[in-house]
Nanobody
C-alpha cells in the first residue's frame, strides 16, 4: 500500500521561509514522478512543482519559481518543497502526489495516482 505523508506546514509571517516534506512508503520511490499541489480556501487545486526520477528533472510553476524549489532524497524516500519569501497568497493546504505511469513532471492532477492528506501553510501579514 502506497502512503504519502506530508509535514512541515505551519503559520509563518510574510517574507519568511519554510520547508515542506513528503515521505513515501510502500513504493520503489526513486522510479516515480512526485509533485506538490496546493489548495487555497474556496479555490481549486493548483499545481506547484514536480520532480521526475531521471536526472532529477524538475519543474516549478512560473508564479513561484523565483521563490520555491523542489527536491528529492531517494535514500529517505522523501521530497521537499523549499518555500522562500512567502506571501499571503501562498496560504493553503499543500499536498504531495505520486504518478505511476509517467516519467516526466506533469502539471495537472490527472496523471497522479496517490495523494497525501496535506499539510496546512498559513502566511500572516
Amino acid at each position: 500500500q502506497v502512503l504519502l505523508v506530508e509535514s512541515g506546514g505551519e503559520l509563518v509571517q510574510t517574507g519568511g521561509s519554510l520547508r515542506l516534506s513528503c515521505a513515501a512508503s510502500g513504493v520503489t520511490f526513486n522510479t516515480y514522478v512526485m509533485a506538490w499541489f496546493r489548495q487555497a480556501p474556496g479555490k481549486e487545486l493548483e499545481y506547484v512543482a514536480a520532480i521526475a526520477d531521471v536526472d532529477d528533472d524538475s519543474h516549478v510553476r512560473d508564479s513561484v519559481k523565483d521563490r520555491f524549489a523542489i527536491s528529492r532524497d531517494n535514500a529517505k524516500n522523501t521530497i521537499y518543497l523549499q518555500m522562500n519569501r512567502v506571501k499571503s497568497e501562498d496560504t493553503g493546504v499543500y499536498l504531495c502526489a505520486l504518478a505511476l505511469r509517467t516519467r516526466v513532471p506533469r502539471t495537472t492532477p490527472g496523471p497522479y495516482d496517490y495523494w497525501g492528506q496535506g499539510t496546512q501553510v498559513t502566511v500572516s501579514s
